[in-house]
């Protein structure tokens, strides 16, 4: 962090749109501790860091919109248990919530770097998905990157606070995934008994 100064940590911060496996949860209060330090100044490491975070997001938005509404469609055919009434459900859904999904996205993880490919997919107007996520990152960024600047020596304390956080998050995705299974499996099942009569 040190050596790299706050254009690093955009960097990482980019990087970790493309590859959630590299936490921000990490990245932000490092950054701001480092500052705190005077080793950076702050709000360098907000503009930056928001900065990585609009550019990361506007990679996977061109993802999307290059994969389009007919491959995907086309995708969601071939994939067991999926039909495509699921992908027009959601399409209609996002289509509804999709300012405030890009908005408040940001702010949950692992769904930050997922939700900017269902923008791509439905052509949100990039104006509109550039400003809604620049929004929601410095929102999100703001508060990592002040909190690790205020705890100091103890920034590492957010990471474990916010790791209860992402648990829940992928639980929660699990749960939802074991019980779409379960509903399409039970689906098939009473088809099955269905013809056979």
Known sequence: MESLGAPGAGLAIALENLFPPLPSEV??????????????????????????????ALALYWVGAMLGRERTLAIAARLPLVKVSDIEKTEAWFLRHGRTTVFFGRMIP??????????????????QFTLLTTAGSLVWNTVFVLAG?????NWHLVEAYVGI???????????AVVVFVGVRLGERRKGRHARRR
Request: charged letters at 10%; glycine letters at 10%.
């Open 165 to 175: 956080g992402t648990n829940v998050v992928i639980a929660l995705v699990v749960l």
């Open 149 to 153: 600047y205020f705890l100091g020596e």
């Open 110 to 127: 692992i769904f930050r770097s997922l939700i900017s490919v269902p923008a791509g997919v439905e052509r949100m107007p990039l104006p």
């Open 27 to 56: 990245i932000l209060p490092l950054a701001g501790f480092t500052a705190a330090r005077g080793e950076m100044d702050l709000l360098d490491v907000l503009v930056c860091t928001t900065l990585g975070s609009v550019f990361g």
